[in-house]
């Protein structure tokens, strides 16, 4: 009864390819998040989404796009990994009216080569 | 802007020893949360605690208790007898304004010897 699960849980890959994170709630949360979380621990908001609409979109390089086919599902698409792409990915979800308290999820180790 | 400090970036005692986490933090909203979250050596993130700013009460759950002091911008974390499942990463994060986006602390890793 995983309440936030992210697929796969480990991600090896060579540089230039391009990859995706998948990650589902079954929670009933309308709002959804991806985190990166670098080699230093530091943990980072990238985006956020709230009923399949993009609420937060912090600095990112446009090769991350993320993709909301509904409001379960928040996946993560990667183009043409670099090495600093490496970290791990974290997608969390939470109720809008109390989106403060964020469920996350197990997490994704990814390696670029 | 919206800032979380963790001045602690690790903590080694040996077990049954009390241990306190500082956090500091920065916001100009009125309305704002406090969490904590702990990570293991598993990796995952697991929620300890959210607290409204509000609400300045102390609390208590088993061995963990938080002290939120609004006149300081501090939301301290102690464990009382600590133990060596406690080793962890310990993360104190603030939310707050239109998006409630999480602004993480950079962490601190408490190591409890046996």
């Known amino acids: 009864d995983t309440a936030v699960s992210q697929t796969p849980k480990y991600l090896v890959t060579q540089m230039g390819n391009d990859k995706s994170i998948k990650c589902e709630q079954n929670?009933?949360?309308?709002?959804m998040y991806w985190y990166k979380q670098d080699s230093k621990k530091f943990l980072k908001i990238m985006f956020s989404?709230?009923?399949?609409?993009?609420?937060i979109n912090e600095t990112v390089p446009n090769r991350f796009s993320p993709k909301s086919p509904d409001k379960a599902h928040l996946n993560l698409h990667i183009n043409s990994l670099e090495l600093g792409d490496s970290a791990v990915y974290f997608c969390?979800?939470?109720?809008?009216?109390?989106?403060?308290?964020?469920?996350f999820g197990p997490g994704t180790r990814l390696t670029v080569l | 802007a919206q800032k979380v400090t963790q001045a602690q970036t690790e903590i080694s005692v040996v077990e049954k020893e009390d241990v306190t986490l500082d956090c500091v933090y920065e916001?100009?909203?009125?309305?704002?949360?406090l969490f904590w979250y702990k990570q293991p050596p598993s990796g995952e993130l697991v929620f300890l605690i959210r607290?409204?700013?509000?609400?300045?009460q102390n609390e208590i759950s088993g061995r963990y208790s938080w002290n939120f002091q609004k006149s300081t911008s501090s939301f301290n974390f102690t464990i009382t007898a600590s133990q060596v499942v406690d080793s962890a990463v310990y993360f104190c994060?603030?939310?707050?304004?239109?998006?409630?986006?999480?602004?993480f602390g950079t962490g601190t890793l408490l190591a409890v010897q046996p």
């Open positions: 969390a979800s939470s109720p809008w009216a109390d989106r403060g308290t964020q469920y």
């Open positions: 929670l009933g949360h309308d709002t």
């Open positions: 989404y709230n009923n399949k609409e993009l609420i």
């Open positions: 916001t100009r909203d009125t309305t704002y949360y």
């Open positions: 607290r409204n700013s509000f609400d300045e």
């Open positions: 994060a603030l939310s707050g304004g239109a998006t409630n986006k999480l602004i």
